[in-house]
């Protein structure tokens, strides 16, 4: 069982710490256990709870009410609510329920309707990618745990290679070609394998490299592939120095190939990015840079 501080509680929920506190003294729809220093701390079911009562009370149901619902009749509500629903804030809360309890079933109804409604592409950017920043912040200050962060992005990725699968042998003759890669020690794929997903999608050849690549492979590869773009990411730790190094050493090598980058190391005071790289900030970003529509 895990332990959560009421900063967790915040974080995790999106309701204020001074929220609970009331919540707690005047309806007492959770209670904390204390240390003998006065500190709270939350269990696995204290979070559940507060998740499903702040999806619900967002959705307009007064807390005075929410508050005498037992835990079966806030799932009850729940599962009610999200047949109606369309909310892509709910639907971000509520992927970010199943990966706090490892819930397979949850995270593919709430996938599943939402590519119903909106489509592949849709989802991912409107749903998934807000959605990863947010358990990627949650896992930088611990408030979920690793095994809970892989269980999710192994699920994503495993429906992003689906969806790339599904478009093989699609690529327009005299498209393109694009190499995609991540470097030595980077192994967080889901946003590169997006980039995949949209460039086959319209009819690019591409070159999908994966994880924890060498850059002397990097370079080994590019001059059999002879490709017009190349794509990569920082997600994992790094810093500046080495990202300035890596860089530079990317421009001095693909003197003739666009090179497209993107991550959140990239946002770190110090990274100087050559001017001849290009940053995607955004799916938007990403399309214009690639003339796409």
């Known amino acids: ?55 619900l009370n967002s959705s307009g149901i007064k807390i005075s009410h929410l508050a005498k619902l037992s835990s079966i009749d806030l799932e009850a509500k729940i599962l009610e609510l999200s047949r109606s629903n369309k909310s892509i804030g709910f639907h971000i809360e509520k992927l970010t329920l199943a990966t706090i309890n490892f819930n397979e079933e949850l995270f593919e109804s709430i996938l599943s309707k939402c590519v119903l409604e909106s489509g592949m592409e849709s989802t991912i950017t409107e749903v998934l990618f807000p959605f990863f920043e947010r358990i990627g912040v949650l896992w930088q200050v611990g408030s979920i745990s690793p095994a809970q962060e892989h269980f999710i992005s192994n699920l994503i990725r495993q429906k992003l290679f689906a969806s790339i699968d599904s478009l093989s042998g699609k690529s327009v003759q005299g498209a393109s070609k694009v190499l995609i890669y991540l470097k030595e020690d980077e192994l967080h794929e889901v946003g590169i394998l997006f980039y995949n997903y949209i460039l086959r999608r319209n009819g690019f050849s591409t070159l999908y490299l994966g994880q924890d690549l060498p850059f002397k492979d990097l370079v080994s590869a590019v001059n059999d592939y002879n490709p017009n773009y190349i794509i990569s ?48 900030t955004s799916p938007q970003k990403f399309k214009e840079l690639l003339h796409l529509k």
């Not at 009331?22 to 079911?45: A, C, L, M, V």
């Not at 994992?236 to 190391?265: C, H, R, V, W």
């Open 233 to 280: 990411s920082f997600i994992s730790p790094i810093n500046p120095e080495d990202i300035n190094a890596y860089l530079l050493n990317m421009e001095k090598s693909f003197k003739d190939i666009d090179l497209l980058i993107t991550g959140l190391q990239l946002k770190q005071d110090g990274v100087e990015v050559p001017d001849s790289i290009k940053l995607i």
């Open 1 to 55: 069982m895990s332990k959560y501080s009421i900063k967790d509680l915040e974080k995790i929920t999106g309701v204020k710490a001074h929220t609970i506190r009331i919540w707690e003294r005047r309806y007492g729809i959770i209670q904390p256990e204390r240390s003998k220093t006065n500190i709270r701390s939350y269990s696995d079911s204290d979070l559940r709870k507060l998740l499903n009562i702040s999806m």
